[in-house]
């Protein structure tokens, strides 16, 4: 199955799609300076791009680890179509090794838990099992863009206020899912009422989403922005030139802490001096049950190059120690609303959570 480039996409560009049997992504690595593809062929190709960052953000990785699946079953049909039980081998080394690429964002491995139900049925044959895999992918993909739209309508009711100006932390955007984005999806569903809305950018340290690819998204689409860096946000909250802030989420906890890129939790005790709404975006899939609180998500350490420089080039003294944690942890006491394609979530967010699970699917937009 091919699907449509660019639908549901900001400027047209598709974040990662399955096309003739590949799986075809931009390089976010390059952005915003080279527009550029990989097509990826097999699962362990999909691997590498979500470990070197080709690929980034927890709903697209949910998306990218689905279709890497369905690769590994199409590989394996190849080599074992008349032996079961080599196949299933063969598909469940890939889910371990795609499990182990990323450990923080909850939607990877809710994608690989939605791909084990099926591989694992022994009423399906090989090719049976490669074609709904391959099925269960892609729709991974449109409910994705589904929900990101209902997201947004969702999240625009919560932007109030003549002029918003609305800060936002990394990249939840159409970079960070199938298309249009999740905190992105809240800010463009806003616009789209109240085009007197502007945003404010954290550049987003060290790898720059915010600067390279929240800011793109955000030009291509027309919407106003301005860039800060990271440490200048409680300055213009102190001077009231923030309204709103709206955050995306690797994960979130039962008790709805969240998990999302590192600096989120000073931006939140920021919002929160200043009496400024601090809301999450986020699909339920990324909402993480099994995990009373954020105490027990994990978090991934990366390499120190991120740190000490960027690209080619480096800053800091040769040999000096770094930490580099990808995530922090925002207690739920910091978090105003919980925005999901099911509707919003407010303290207690255990009980509200709850009960949005139990609506099912939302309504399409």
């Not at 449109?142 to 109030?160: S, T, V």
């Not at 027309?222 to 990271?230: A, H, N, R």
């Not at 609180?293 to 991934?300: A, C, L, M, T």
Request: proline share 6%.
């Amino acid at each position: 199955m091919t699907l449509v480039p660019g639908v549901g996409c900001v400027g047209g560009v598709p974040t990662v799609e399955w096309r003739g049997g590949e799986v075809v992504m931009i390089d976010q690595r390059r952005l915003p300076l080279q527009e550029t593809y990989l097509h990826c062929r097999t699962w362990q190709d999909v691997a590498d791009a979500i470990c070197s960052m080709a690929v980034r953000g927890a709903p697209a990785l949910g998306v990218a680890a689905a279709m890497g699946m369905a690769l590994a079953a199409s590989s394996a049909l190849m080599e074992h179509a008349d032996d079961p039980a080599a196949f299933r081998g063969a598909v469940q080394a890939a889910s371990e090794g795609l499990f182990a690429t990323r450990p923080t964002a909850y939607n990877l491995p809710w994608a690989l838990e939605e791909m084990e139900a099926i591989w694992r049925r022994e009423d399906l044959s090989p090719a049976e099992i490669t074609t709904e895999m391959e099925r269960r992918a892609v729709q991974i993909y449109k409910d994705d863009l589904a929900f990101c739209r209902a997201i947004g309508e969702n999240g625009a009711d919560l932007i109030q206020g003549e002029n918003p100006v609305v800060l936002t932390h990394c990249n939840a955007g159409a970079l960070a899912t199938a298309g249009y984005g999740t905190a992105l999806g809240v800010i463009r569903s806003a616009f789209a009422r109240n085009p007197r809305l502007r945003v404010i950018a954290d550049e987003t340290r060290p790898l720059l989403q915010g600067a390279r690819l929240t800011v793109w998204e955000l030009i291509k689409d027309g919407i106003p922005v301005e860039l800060i860096t990271d440490n200048m946000a409680g300055y213009f909250m102190s001077k009231a030139l923030i309204t709103h802030v709206v955050v995306g989420a690797d994960r979130i906890a039962a008790n709805g802490d969240v998990a999302n890129k590192i600096g989120t939790y000073t931006v939140s005790v920021l919002a929160k001096e200043h009496s400024i709404p601090f809301l999450v975006a986020a699909p339920s899939s990324t909402v993480d049950r099994r995990l009373a609180d954020g105490s027990v998500i994990p978090i991934e350490e990366r390499d120190a190059s991120e740190v000490t420089g960027y690209g080619d080039v480096c800053w800091a003294p040769p040999g000096v120690r770094v930490r580099n944690p990808a995530f922090d942890i925002t207690p739920a006491r910091n978090v105003t609303a919980i925005i999901t394609e099911r509707g919003v979530a407010r303290p207690p967010f255990e009980e509200s959570l709850r009960q949005l699970e139990a609506r099912g699917r939302p309504r399409q937009i």
